[in-house]
């Protein structure tokens, strides 16, 4: 079992820069691969960025360059530094704790709450 709980959103003007945080507890953190998805009203959950469990990391097209996904396996953690935000960054952020099919990451069932990122013009 892994409980994940996600920290950092917030309302922050277009450039700005906003750092979530996502705490793990369960002894699998370190052998998981993580990421952080978000979704905005009316759509669907994306992807956006994946890290391995040896800091291999991908991003979606819109986020590549502003976005940095890290984790720190001592302290069952994973981040998310997001510089330059647009207005259509805005979305309920989650982590997820997954796996990897070949070279496609697979979210798991195992989800946080989410934290709110609202970016104005």
């Known amino acids: 079992q892994v409980h994940l709980v996600e920290s950092g959103g917030g309302l922050v003007q277009a450039g700005g820069s906003l750092r979530l945080s996502c705490a793990a507890s369960g002894s699998i953190f370190s052998i998981r691969p993580m990421a952080w998805y978000r979704q905005a009203p009316g759509k669907q959950r994306e992807l956006v960025a994946v890290i391995s469990t040896t800091g291999n990391t991908n991003y979606a097209d819109s986020v590549k360059g502003r976005f940095t996904i890290s984790r720190d396996n001592a302290k069952n953690t994973v981040s998310l530094q997001m510089n330059s935000l647009k207005p259509e960054d805005t979305a309920v952020y989650y982590c997820?704790?997954?796996?990897?099919?070949?070279?496609?990451?697979?979210?798991?069932?195992?989800w946080g709450q989410g934290t709110q990122v609202t970016v104005s013009t």
């Open positions: 997820n704790a997954g796996n990897y099919r070949g070279i496609y990451y697979v979210p798991s069932d195992y």
